[in-house]
């Protein structure tokens, strides 16, 4: 049986399990009638906490707080039945210590039903991923081009474009996998560097910007869904969403002006009079 057709909700284990195998693939979600229409097609869900930007019109995402957090992955949990379901830890909520990022990250896990976290952070993190991996909370670590990092790296930074940052970017990579994270996404880094540590790494890889060469891909679905005005290079957009919703809602907008909207066939009628 493949796991597309699989009827129970996939796991941590189950993503872990397709290294170097099928492609595992993921979008984000922030809404309950996203995740209904992406449960039958995607591996994970990930309620990221780009949803500061995409849903709250934040510059960065620094201002999300774990009740935003919770909040949208209730929703994504809600709305899904099949794909596992990732919930970010925003900035602050697990940085300072392990203890600190195992409170964040159960009550993520209590209050959504989510089956997984993701924190961002190479071998600096990796002390805390042990934490919550040995206490049983599933976590996908975040490489590379780490969004909560915006201020320390001057803005949106592609990484490892030079050999002389490679060192570092692998170890992080091998680090968060030694201390037990189920999968790593790497993001924003140059195609030889992902391919480098997929090979290096025995756990699956997603790419976000990052090529081909990972065991996974995940993107903002608002990205490819062409509902953001300016996307990086690595998004390909596969939708005309906005152009959509603008179509429609000038049409309504028309109608309801003109008077057209609502005709007899949108409205109700008295019911017949008894003789
Ligand atoms: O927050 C997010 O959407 C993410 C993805 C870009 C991987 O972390």
Same mark, same amino acid.
Request: charged share 20%; aromatic share 6%.
């Given at each position: 049986?493949s ?6 909700? #996939?796991?941590?284990? @189950?993503?872990?399990?397709?290294? *170097?195998?099928?492609? !595992?693939?993921?979008l984000?979600? %922030?809404?309950? =009638?996203?995740?209904? #229409? #992406?449960?039958?097609?995607? @591996? ?11 849903? =709250? ?10 009740e ?6 209730k ?10 379901? !990732? ?5 602050g ?9 195992? +409170? ?8 959504? *039903?989510? $089956? ?11 002390? &805390? ?12 670590? =975040?490489?590379?081009? &780490? ?11 592609i990484q ?14 091998v680090?968060?996998?030694? +201390? $037990?994270?189920? +999968?790593?996404?790497?993001? *924003? ?13 025995p756990? /699956? ?21 062409? #509902? &953001?005005?300016? !996307?990086?290079?690595? !998004?390909k957009?596969y ?8 179509? +429609? ?12 909207? /609502?005709?007899?066939?949108?409205? %109700?009628?008295m019911k017949?009079?008894?003789?």
């Amino acid at each position: 049986m493949s796991i597309q057709s699989s009827t129970r909700r #996939l796991t941590a284990p @189950d993503i872990a399990a397709r290294k *170097g195998g099928e492609p !595992v693939v993921s979008l984000t979600a %922030y809404h309950a =009638h996203t995740a209904q #229409l #992406l449960d039958e097609y995607v @591996d994970f869900m990930l309620v990221g906490d780009s949803l500061g930007m995409v849903m =709250h019109g934040l510059e960065s995402t620094i201002g999300v707080t774990l009740e935003m957090m919770i909040l949208h992955g209730k929703a994504v949990v809600r709305g899904s039945k099949r794909a596992l379901i !990732v919930v970010d830890l925003p900035f602050g909520s697990y940085e300072e210590t392990p203890s600190q990022a195992f +409170a964040s990250a159960s009550r993520v896990m209590r209050e959504t *039903g989510c $089956g997984a976290v993701k924190l961002e952070g190479g071998t600096r993190m990796a002390e &805390t991923i042990r934490f919550l991996a040995e206490r049983g909370v599933p976590v996908m670590a =975040h490489i590379g081009l &780490t969004p909560q990092s915006f201020h320390t790296m001057g803005g949106f930074k592609i990484q490892g474009r030079e050999k002389a940052q490679w060192k570092m970017l692998i170890e992080d990579g091998v680090a968060v996998s030694e +201390a $037990g994270a189920f +999968a790593v996404v790497i993001e *924003g880094v140059a195609a030889p560097l992902a391919e480098k540590i997929t090979k290096a790494v025995p756990i /699956p890889t997603i790419g976000i910007g990052a090529s081909a060469q990972c065991d996974g891909q995940i993107l903002v679905l608002e990205d490819m869904l062409g #509902l &953001t005005p300016r !996307v990086p290079k690595f !998004v390909k957009i596969y939708g005309k969403v906005g152009s959509a919703i603008e179509g +429609a809602v000038k049409a309504y907008a028309q109608e309801v002006r003109s008077g057209a909207f /609502p005709d007899d066939a949108h409205t %109700y009628a008295m019911k017949k009079a008894k003789k």
